[in-house]
């Protein structure tokens, strides 16, 4: 059976971004797919993030794979940190990316120009390289994410050439990213031309917010010039995104989408009708949220999850170990 791999990490609230982006598509493989969901925390580290913080996100983030349709019997869910095999591959693949590449990663650039130069910590530069730990230790065939996740995947791609080569073997499977039809970049409700993101409390509708208050800032979304509905990024940023949210929660195409819109004039009508599909969607997870972030589950699927993981990823390693030479792995 093939497999399908990905994760998210708890550094905030999750957003509607994430959950188009991400969290939706999990689920659409653990019928046909051996699927591995897993809490990134240690990546969460690679910024300075608060304990406490980190300690909860992670427990919602649990609680909303399982209340967005994560089932346990069929995905196995778990923490990076559970896992000490990440670490180990880590340890052992940052030895075949090298400093340049890693340096021209479009996430790394955006967050390294915004520090200070001498204070860039190791983790965040080596992000990719834990990353592609993660991927490799589960032999994943495709890696569902958003589109600003896919140059990480690419590169881990890169490095499968590369040390496959060097050993004259198939000792990693490639992998493939794999994206949503619709909403691999959803953008943010007060600037449509920038991604929306955890940290961006006025253009961002988080999946655990106050349902009045998703419906205010979808009212309030900047728009465009102009009265008719229709996608165009450049003419119509604003629109289109609210086009490819309404989509993407109907599971429609945006064509469909436009064609359902196109008797509208009216940008209040349609956000409207925006609105209420995004609380109706939202409102299902809460309530499932509600049900599960109190009770045993978390803990009995994490450490199930835990236990089914590090199977599958020990045999990985030792390959791996096996491949370049460490004494005694047989
Ligand atoms: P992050 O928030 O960076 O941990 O991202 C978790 C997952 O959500 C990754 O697969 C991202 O690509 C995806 N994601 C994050 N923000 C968005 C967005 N605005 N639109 C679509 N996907 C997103
Ligand atoms: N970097 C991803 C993000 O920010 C999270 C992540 C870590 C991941 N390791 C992964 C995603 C492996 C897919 C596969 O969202």
Not at 102 to 122: A, E, H, P, W
Not at 180 to 192: Q, W
Not at 224 to 234: A, F, P, R, T, V
Request: charged residues 30%.
């Amino acid at each position: 059976m093939k497999r399908s791999l990905s994760g998210i990490k708890p550094t905030g609230k999750l957003t509607l971004g994430n959950y188009i982006g991400a969290l939706k598509n999990f689920k659409n493989y653990q019928d046909e797919y051996e699927n591995f969901i897993f809490v990134a925390d240690l990546h969460a580290l690679t910024l300075p993030i608060d304990s406490k913080e980190l300690y909860q996100n992670t427990k919602d983030i649990v609680a909303l794979y399982l209340a967005c349709g994560l089932d346990p019997k069929k995905t196995t869910i778990f923490l990076q940190s559970d896992v000490s095999e990440h670490s180990e591959l880590n340890a052992i693949v940052q030895n075949y990316l090298y400093m340049g590449e890693l340096s021209r990663m479009t996430q790394f650039k955006d967050i390294s120009s915004k520090m200070n130069q001498s204070s860039i910590g190791l983790g965040i530069f080596a992000y990719p390289v834990l990353m592609a730990a993660d991927i490799l230790l589960y032999d994943a065939d495709v890696v569902p994410v958003g589109e600003d996740q896919k140059q990480h995947v690419e590169l881990c791609r890169d490095l499968v050439h590369r040390f496959n080569a060097r050993y004259n073997e198939e000792v990693f499977k490639m992998p493939q990213p794999v994206m949503a039809k619709v909403g691999t970049r959803i953008m943010s409700l007060s600037d449509p031309t920038k991604k929306m993101s955890k940290s961006d409390p006025k253009g961002d509708i988080f999946l655990l917010e106050d349902l009045k208050s998703i419906e205010k800032k979808i009212m309030r979304a900047t728009t465009d010039l102009g009265s008719d509905i229709y996608y165009n990024k450049e003419e119509k940023p604003g629109i289109s995104n609210l086009l490819t949210i309404y989509a993407s929660l109907k599971n429609i195409s945006i064509e469909e989408a436009e064609e359902h819109f196109k008797d509208c004039h009216r940008y209040g009508d349609f956000k409207k009708e925006v609105a209420s599909v995004v609380v109706e969607e939202i409102s299902k997870i809460q309530e499932k949220y509600n049900e599960i972030i109190n009770s045993n589950l978390i803990d009995e699927v994490l450490k199930d999850g835990a236990i089914r993981a590090k199977k599958v990823a020990k045999n990985v390693l030792t390959r791996v170990q096996k491949t370049v030479g460490l004494y005694g792995k047989e």
